[in-house]
């Protein structure tokens, strides 16, 4: 019997720690239903902007970099050990002064006496064509003359023209006059071919001189140092190449070239205003001007750019080199007096541009008629007046609750239902005695 009631009492106790169990689990997925309920409501917060006027400064942003700056590189084909240098940086010269002194290996030598046979043979072609001028010249005069006392009349007939004298006259007055025109031109090409012979032979020299007044830098050679040229063959051709050893500041002025977009060609207009920023100068920018643009534009990989010339205010920064990359911003248009949003407040879809507005402590959409932008602000022609309260951006932020106000802020006690363990009863008795 005893044993029958021990049962009893066991079965009895196991089923209510099962129901105590379930409870419990239930409570606390309930405790947790409520925080994530609770922790998902949001509250939101409006940035907002005033409607202004003023003055909107609309301007294209083209990549590029400098193609033209304050310096003049001294180059040579000399080719041999540097013996001497009269000149360092920052010391001012004058065109044609001596920079350094170079003696010639046998290439050195070898090719200064290819540019000095070059330079001899263009002389004495430019000394034919000058003599062979006047001979033409006179033959000019012959045949003039010849024509006018025999045959040459102010306002000759149709006989005097159809008369085989006349003819030939006539013929052969017009052929002395073109060979003498065709021998000027010859004269000038020979003039050319004479010119680039004697540079040539200046850059083959030992003797390198200032090719430009201004002050010398980028001075890259000592006594003592081997320089040299490299001849590259194409063909029946061969090019020999320069080397630079230092450069001269002059007061020239630096360019920028730009690649103009196709869809902002039409915008860029000579003497427009700009401003440029360097990669490699960091924190200043510059001011310049448009000073050209090529219409035709450059075809590279089926797009389209129209290549511009920026002129730098600023000539006396040196720290502006040669192949930097710049970005410019062209000023293609100033209008004054308009009403302004920050362009973040306007929303297009299609045509149709909105702003919201704070009516009422409440975000309106309104219909607006937008003009030109910059960067950052849109101006508004239609829709808007100077003062209202729009609405730049949404702010949702997720609302936090504190430990003390949840339904258990008095804590869980989570003793009691391990195995084996016991529970006290009001009355100090132990349960299951």
Not at 23 to 30: D, P, S
Not at 91 to 107: F, H
Not at 193 to 212: C, E, K, R, V
Not at 391 to 405: F, G
């Amino acid at each position: 019997m005893n044993s029958f009631l021990k049962k009893i009492k066991t079965f009895t106790f196991s089923t209510k720690k099962r129901k105590m169990i379930t409870l419990f689990v239930i409570i606390v997925l309930g405790f947790f239903v409520w925080l994530l309920l609770k922790g998902n409501s949001q509250s939101v917060t409006y940035q907002t902007a005033q409607v202004t006027k003023g003055t909107l400064v609309v301007s294209l942003t083209e990549a590029g970099q400098v193609s033209v700056s304050n310096k003049v590189s001294i180059v040579t084909q000399a080719s041999g050990i540097v013996s001497k240098i009269y000149v360092k940086s920052g010391e001012k010269v004058n065109a044609g002064d001596k920079i350094a002194e170079v003696t010639l290996d046998t290439a050195g030598q070898q090719r200064q006496a290819q540019a000095w046979s070059s330079y001899i043979s263009a002389q004495n072609s430019f000394s034919s064509a000058q003599a062979k001028i006047n001979s033409l010249q006179s033959a000019l005069f012959v045949a003039n003359q010849k024509f006018m006392n025999d045959r040459g009349v102010i306002n000759p007939s149709t006989d005097q023209r159809n008369d085989p004298v006349y003819i030939e006259e006539n013929a052969s007055w017009l052929q002395a006059e073109a060979d003498y025109k065709n021998q000027t031109g010859v004269i000038a090409q020979s003039q050319a071919n004479l010119n680039n012979s004697y540079l040539t032979y200046q850059l083959t020299s030992g003797t390198i001189t200032a090719p430009t007044a201004g002050v010398v830098s980028d001075l890259i050679v000592t006594e003592g140092m081997q320089v040299g040229s490299s001849n590259t063959t194409s063909g029946s051709s061969t090019t020999t190449s320069n080397q630079a050893i230092a450069s001269i500041k002059t007061g020239n002025s630096t360019a920028v070239m730009v690649n103009i977009a196709e869809v902002d060609a039409s915008k860029v207009q000579v003497g427009q205003k700009a401003t440029l920023t360097f990669d490699a100068i960091a924190n200043k920018t510059f001011t310049g001007k448009v000073m050209g643009i090529n219409t035709t534009g450059i075809n590279s990989s089926n797009v389209t750019t129209y290549p511009a010339v920026i002129q730098l205010d600023d000539t006396s920064n040196s720290n502006i080199l040669p192949n930097m990359s710049a970005t410019a911003s062209i000023i293609s248009k100033v209008k004054d007096n308009v009403l302004l949003v920050p362009s973040s407040a306007v929303s297009t879809v299609g045509i149709t541009s909105t702003v919201k507005v704070m009516k009422n402590g409440q975000p309106t959409a309104v219909d607006v008629e937008i003009g030109d932008s910059s960067d950052s602000q849109t101006e508004i022609i239609s829709g808007l007046s100077e003062g209202d309260t729009i609405i730049t951006n949404t702010v949702s932020t997720a609302t936090t609750t504190s430990s003390s106000s949840s339904p258990f802020s008095g804590g869980l006690r989570m003793g009691g239902f391990g195995g084996g363990g016991a529970t006290r009863t009001s009355g100090g008795t132990r349960a299951g005695d």
